[in-house]
């Protein structure tokens, strides 16, 4: 069976310098690939710096990847024009990370929600309010709100106002990028819920990015470990959890807290200065790693 995205030695450099001068290259994301299977949730973890948000945004194309294939269903993005590329996106929705700055502040919250619906030009004035009236309620938010600014309202309801935006096209893939780390934590249990649901109500695909180890756990079905722009380990989430390949992904497993005091695990270092970059290799079935 085909993978629903399919990401091939992608490549993302950013130049330092003037408009004369190129100065020092810093590759964010170095030479990636992965699958994502429909219906999945594919984790990409790793510290902050690392290059998941770079490598979800150039699937996005938000920012253009400097090399590399992005094929969606089969269809490289790539090549696309702008025009096409917008066209695509109907099936390519992203819910950003911080729930305050990616509302606009002077929008009020059902024309946020409606605006994918008005860009494409969908249905009458009256049908866009009915379909945003849908996305509210399926969010968990109430519809007589929608008159509403961001402003009045918490974390937790404006990252599901986001993602009742990211909703209204009925797209296939949801990019996920750190959705919950802006939030208490009690909220964060709430929002993963909703995703969760979601996900089983509208047969949604999920790459979700985050750095938090012990979500990615709990709701990924396989994940790909981050480090210096560069996926250092890949498999299904439990083998990784349970026996990790590489030590950096020792390392970091190895610094989750745990929830009773009297569960203790040895700490394990990473000596980042010894680090060189390899090609994944099967080290068990299904589960590669770069060492």
Same mark, same amino acid.
């Given at each position: 069976?085909?993978?629903?995205?399919?990401?091939?030695?992608?490549?993302?450099?950013?130049?330092?310098?003037?408009?004369?001068?190129?100065?020092? =290259? /810093? &590759?964010?994301?170095?030479?990636? !690939?992965?699958?994502?299977?429909?219906?999945?949730?594919?984790?990409?973890?790793?510290? !902050?710096?690392?290059?998941?948000? $770079? /490598?979800? &945004?150039?699937?996005?194309?938000?920012?253009?990847? /400097?090399?590399?294939?992005?094929?969606?269903?089969?269809?490289?993005? @790539?090549?696309?024009?702008?025009?096409?590329?917008?066209?695509?996106?109907?099936?390519?929705?992203?819910?950003?990370?911080?729930?305050?700055?990616?509302?606009?502040?002077?929008?009020?919250?059902?024309?946020?929600?409606?605006?994918?619906?008005?860009?494409?030009?969908?249905?009458?004035?009256?049908? &866009?309010? &009915?379909?945003? @009236?849908?996305?509210?309620?399926?969010?968990?938010?109430?519809?007589?709100? $929608?008159?509403?600014?961001?402003?009045?309202?918490?974390?937790?309801?404006?990252?599901?106002?986001?993602?009742?935006? @990211?909703?209204?096209?009925?797209?296939?893939? =949801?990019?996920? #990028?750190?959705? =919950?780390?802006?939030?208490?934590?009690?909220?964060?249990?709430?929002?993963?819920?909703?995703?969760?649901?979601?996900?089983?109500?509208?047969?949604? /695909?999920?790459?979700?990015?985050?750095? #938090?180890?012990?979500?990615?756990?709990?709701?990924?079905?396989?994940?790909?470990?981050?480090?210096?722009?560069?996926?250092?380990?890949?498999?299904?989430?439990?083998?990784?959890?349970?026996?990790?390949?590489?030590?950096? $992904?020792?390392?970091?497993?190895?610094?989750?807290?745990?929830?009773?005091?009297? #569960?203790?695990?040895?700490? =394990?270092?990473?000596?980042?200065?010894?680090?060189?970059?390899?090609?994944?290799?099967?080290?068990?079935?299904?589960?590669?790693?770069?060492?």
């Amino acid at each position: 069976m085909s993978a629903l995205l399919q990401v091939r030695h992608l490549v993302k450099e950013f130049h330092q310098g003037g408009w004369f001068s190129k100065g020092a =290259v /810093t &590759r964010a994301v170095d030479d990636i !690939s992965f699958d994502i299977q429909q219906g999945e949730t594919f984790g990409l973890v790793g510290e !902050s710096g690392c290059g998941k948000t $770079t /490598t979800g &945004r150039c699937i996005l194309r938000l920012i253009e990847p /400097t090399s590399g294939q992005v094929l969606f269903q089969g269809r490289d993005l @790539a090549p696309l024009s702008p025009r096409d590329m917008r066209l695509a996106r109907r099936d390519l929705q992203i819910v950003f990370q911080d729930p305050y700055s990616s509302l606009n502040p002077r929008m009020r919250v059902g024309a946020i929600v409606g605006e994918p619906l008005v860009i494409f030009r969908e249905g009458t004035t009256a049908a &866009r309010a &009915r379909r945003v @009236a849908e996305l509210f309620e399926l969010v968990g938010l109430d519809p007589a709100h $929608t008159a509403k600014y961001p402003h009045e309202f918490s974390g937790g309801q404006r990252q599901r106002i986001g993602l009742a935006r @990211a909703l209204a096209l009925n797209p296939s893939l =949801v990019i996920a #990028d750190e959705p =919950v780390s802006a939030l208490d934590v009690s909220v964060q249990a709430q929002v993963v819920n909703l995703l969760l649901d979601l996900q089983a109500r509208l047969g949604l /695909t999920y790459l979700f990015i985050a750095h #938090d180890l012990r979500l990615v756990r709990q709701i990924c079905t396989r994940v790909a470990v981050m480090y210096r722009g560069r996926i250092v380990e890949l498999g299904e989430a439990e083998q990784i959890f349970l026996s990790p390949a590489h030590p950096y $992904t020792a390392a970091l497993l190895s610094a989750v807290p745990k929830i009773n005091p009297g #569960d203790r695990i040895a700490r =394990v270092q990473f000596d980042a200065d010894s680090f060189t970059p390899q090609p994944l290799r099967e080290v068990r079935p299904g589960h590669l790693a770069a060492v």
